[in-house]
């Protein structure tokens, strides 16, 4: 009798771990699947996605800290992860070129706002293969990096009423065609923006957008509650016009120091030996590099950090 009764409340005990867990693995196969229907899996939906809600990429974070995920990484993540140029917008399918398309893409349901004006700023990348932190976008197609940085500080300014054009030629590709190595960067992107300035006359300012290396400790601020990237701006003095280049980046600087002085790390100029010195800087006065972050920011902290500035340099261009 007491035996029975001892197997009476085993099977009950085992029954009750059994229905848990059939509980817990049907909680976990519905949120991987609700998960799913969320996310996007290309750079184009993850950039329009992340515009509208500045908090979309935790909805990574929360599925790759999912059991169910952990234990089927292996199966789930199968795509290779594409660059902006191979997958990100389209651009010469969709023709998005311009800011009325772009506030578009941010907001489909949103009222499209046009600006009837010329380009005032040019933004390009010249290393763009530098990429920011994004172990939870693996798998998804998902590279966020300096292009991306571009196209959602194209979408930024046009909030302020300025007009922003986005390199879309690719960088490697000229490389590879014309057997260059990666450190003749800047000779190709040269090529670009000389185009770029020959078409576009009323440029106000143009930014080749970098990211830095340093630990994310000297990378990162809080601002207003928020983790942001801290920018850092570089200056070639191998030219003889560099002192112009200078004195713009220090009006920008200095409107951003005002503001958020802890988002800044300031200005470096660079010349000498072993040093790039121009970074084709020489072709326009109103040329400056900016580092955004390094490579252990997140592309919201990026995003965080573009939302600060989109109008310190609506204002300064305004002003010009």
Do not use: W
Request: proline share 3%; with cysteine.
């Amino acid at each position: 009798m007491q035996k029975a009764r001892l197997k009476k409340k085993r099977r009950f005990k085992y029954r009750l771990i059994g229905y848990a867990f059939i509980i817990f693995l049907g909680y976990e196969l519905s949120f991987n699947i609700i998960m799913n229907l969320k996310l996007v899996s290309n750079n184009e939906s993850f950039v329009k996605a992340l515009l509208i809600d500045s908090n979309y990429h935790m909805l990574y974070e929360k599925k790759a800290s999912n059991l169910f995920t952990k234990a089927f990484s292996k199966i789930l993540n199968v795509n290779e992860p594409e660059t902006m140029l191979e997958n990100i917008f389209h651009l010469k399918e969709s023709k998005i070129k311009n800011t009325k398309e772009m506030a578009y893409v941010s907001n489909p349901n949103a009222e499209v706002k046009e600006i009837d004006k010329e380009p005032e700023v040019y933004l390009y990348n010249t290393h763009q293969g530098e990429t920011y932190e994004g172990k939870a976008l693996e798998g998804y197609n998902i590279t966020p990096g300096v292009m991306m940085a571009s196209y959602i500080f194209q979408n930024k300014l046009a909030d302020y009423n300025v007009k922003a054009l986005v390199m879309e030629d690719n960088i490697t590709d000229y490389l590879n065609l014309n057997n260059m190595k990666y450190s003749k960067s800047y000779n190709a992107s040269r090529k670009f923006l000389k185009e770029a300035l020959e078409n576009n006359q009323d440029l106000k300012l143009i930014i080749d957008i970098h990211r830095d290396s340093v630990p994310k400790d000297k990378s990162t601020t809080i601002i207003n509650g928020k983790p942001c990237a801290k920018i850092l701006f570089v200056i070639g003095e191998e030219y003889e016009t560099y002192e112009e280049n200078l004195k713009m980046t220090n009006i920008i600087n200095d409107k951003i120091k005002e503001k958020y002085p802890d988002l800044t790390r300031g200005i470096i100029t660079k010349g000498g030996k072993g040093s790039n010195g121009i970074y084709n800087q020489d072709l326009s006065p109103k040329i400056t590099l900016m580092e955004i972050g390094s490579h252990q920011n997140k592309i919201d902290e990026v995003l965080n950090t573009i939302d600060l500035i989109a109008p310190i340099i609506g204002e300064y261009i305004n002003e010009t």
